[in-house]
Nanobody, 130 residues
Framework: QLQLAESGGGLVQPGGSLRLSCAAS????????IGWFPQAPGQEREGVSC??????????NYAEAAKVRFSISSGNAKNTLYLQMDKLKPENPAVYYC?????????????????????WGRGTQVTVSS
């Protein structure tokens, strides 16, 4: 069974940092396009960062608001995806979903969309509040 399990969410003050983790089981993240989709209350899920590989090259993509403050990475040995989030803002709180797709491996040109996602995690809550 193909599964993703997020962890690392929690309560953080504005300007603080969090590192989200996502452990994959049943498949190798290295064979998929992978990313993070936050969903704020009342809003749809929208990709904030993703990464993939094609022909030995790794590509990463970020939403405009995340380009400086967020960093996506993976630990192949642990089959885990990470999202380092710095300088969090009050508008950042959301449930962050880890995702994987076989549909598109190269992500340098644009973020993945929800329609492309094959596998979803259950999400981890991020709350930004003083």
């Amino acid at each position: 069974q193909l599964q993703l399990a997020e962890s690392g969410g929690g309560l953080v003050q504005p300007g603080g940092s969090l590192r989200l983790s996502c452990a994959a089981s049943g498949f190798s993240l290295a064979d998929y396009g992978i990313g993070w989709f936050p969903q704020a209350p009342g809003q749809e899920r929208e990709g904030v960062s993703c990464m993939g590989s094609s022909m030995g090259s790794i590509s990463k993509n970020y939403a405009e608001a995340a380009k400086v403050r967020f960093s996506i990475s993976s630990g192949n040995a642990k089959n885990t995806l990470y999202l380092q989030m710095d300088k969090l803002k009050p508008e950042n709180p959301a449930v962050y979903y880890c995702t994987a797709t076989k549909f598109r491996l190269w992500v340098a040109d644009s973020l993945m969309t929800t329609g492309e996602i094959n596998i979803w995690g259950r999400g981890t809550q991020v709350t930004v509040s003083s």
